[in-house]
């Protein structure tokens, strides 16, 4: 079946560090990728998205490439902020008569420190 | 703001009891989903609905069951509750029809059986 790995946490960097969370995939077909934020207290947030090969999904200074010969979406931003600590997840939605339905990670969570 | 709303936020229930809990979207939107949250796991799909009296399991469905009987409600319950599902629950909306859209989430409600 579909899955999504991410890379271990927790993840703590230092502000203004250079920050990858590692994403792969299992699907059949051409699944759409997904990266969501999820605050303290809250409910999840879409950060980004690419719903075909080589898209780059970009938001608020995070980016992600779909890179379907490695099967990874990797989320990257180049300076972070003590806002940015949070908890993300890659998600992938398999398409086709998926209903819509998301197949998450386990996720990973950021800490950043002044 | 996707207009969703989780009720209640916290409860703390025993063993045993039956729980319900409520998913209440304004905006009229077709696709719902109920999923829980633990650590190490990610978000789990517990069920998911396609329409009013249209409902279907999702990954680990075993002790819920769910009921959509109008557009904006999607009530899932806990016939008895078990320790094991201890957990936060999140309901999802999907608010595009294409397949390959995000879905928004509300808040959560934390559960808590003793």
């Known amino acids: 079946g579909d899955s999504v790995t991410q890379m271990e946490g927790p993840v703590t960097l230092s502000e203004e560090a250079f920050l990858t969370i590692n994403c792969t995939y299992t699907?059949?077909?051409?699944?759409?990728l997904f990266w969501y934020v999820q605050y303290p207290g809250e409910g999840l947030q879409l950060l980004l998205k690419?719903?075909?090969?080589?898209d780059k999904g970009s938001n608020k200074g995070f980016e992600a490439t779909y890179r379907k010969e490695t099967t990874s979406f990797h989320l990257e931003k180049g300076s972070v902020q003590v806002s940015d600590s949070a908890v993300y997840f890659c998600?992938?939605?398999?398409?086709?008569?998926?209903?819509?339905?998301?197949?998450f990670g386990q996720g990973t969570i950021l800490t950043v420190h002044p | 703001d996707a207009g969703i709303t989780q009720s209640p936020r916290h409860k703390v229930t025993e063993t045993g009891t039956p729980v319900t809990l409520r998913c209440h979207q304004t905006?009229?939107?077709?696709?719902m989903y109920w999923y829980r949250q633990d650590p190490g796991h990610g978000l789990r799909l517990i069920h998911y609905?396609?329409?009013?009296?249209?409902?279907d399991k999702g990954e680990v469905s075993d002790g819920y069951s769910v009921s959509r009987s109008k557009t904006e409600d999607f009530l899932l319950t806990l016939e008895s509750a078990t320790s094991s599902q201890t957990s936060v629950y999140f309901c999802?909306?999907?608010?595009?029809?294409?397949?390959?859209?995000?879905?928004?989430f509300g808040n959560g409600t934390r559960l808590t059986v003793t």
């Open positions: 998600a992938l939605n398999a398409g086709g008569t998926s209903y819509g339905k998301l197949t």
């Open positions: 999802a909306i999907r608010e595009i029809m294409e397949n390959n859209s995000p879905l928004h």
């Open positions: 690419a719903t075909k090969a080589d």
């Open positions: 905006e009229n939107h077709r696709y």
């Open positions: 699907a059949t077909g051409y699944p759409s």
């Open positions: 609905s396609y329409g009013v009296k249209d409902t």
